[in-house]
């Protein structure tokens, strides 16, 4: 019991205090680099990434402790290397676009991004759907970055 609750919010704790730490680093707030960019007409506001992470980091941790409370079989392994591989994969995209601001290889990385999280939701599904399914909202965001910002790359 002890050890389901640990996981419980590990599960929370770990992507939200990931994406604080980097935050830190990430200047998205008006007259910065991003508000100076030419931007599409779908171009969110700097401060929405932030609100919409948050929230999608959120149904990420539920569905992962979904995943990590499955008995120890080597699909559950998987799934546990793919979900920390796409976390590794946002943060770095994250980097790249908002402090580093090299738009070309953070195209490069949502690319890489959009196919971890797609095979995240396959191999959560096969464990937990309801592990998947939690992670649709997540899959459209990615989707719409990955637009978002071939955009970006486009225009500028």
């Known amino acids: 019991m002890l050890r389901s609750i640990f996981k419980f919010f590990t599960t929370f704790f770990v992507p939200l205090a990931l994406y604080r730490f980097i935050s830190e680093y990430i200047s998205v707030l008006p007259g910065t680099w991003y508000d100076n960019l030419n931007k599409p007409g779908i171009s969110p506001p700097g401060y929405f990434f932030e609100s919409i992470l948050i929230i999608l980091f959120i149904l ?36 790249i676009f908002f402090h580093f601001h090299n738009i070309l290889l953070s195209l490069i990385v949502v690319a890489f991004l959009l196919v971890a999280v797609v095979l995240m939701i396959i191999k959560f599904y096969r464990l937990k759907p309801l592990a998947a399914y939690l992670n649709f909202p997540y899959l459209l965001w990615v989707i719409y970055i990955a637009i978002f910002n071939i955009s970006i790359f486009v225009i500028n």
């Open 60 to 95: 990420m941790g539920l569905s992962f402790f979904h995943i990590w409370i499955k008995p120890r079989i080597i699909e559950r392994t998987i799934a546990k290397i793919i979900y920390v591989a796409q976390l590794i994969l946002v943060f770095t995209w994250l980097l």
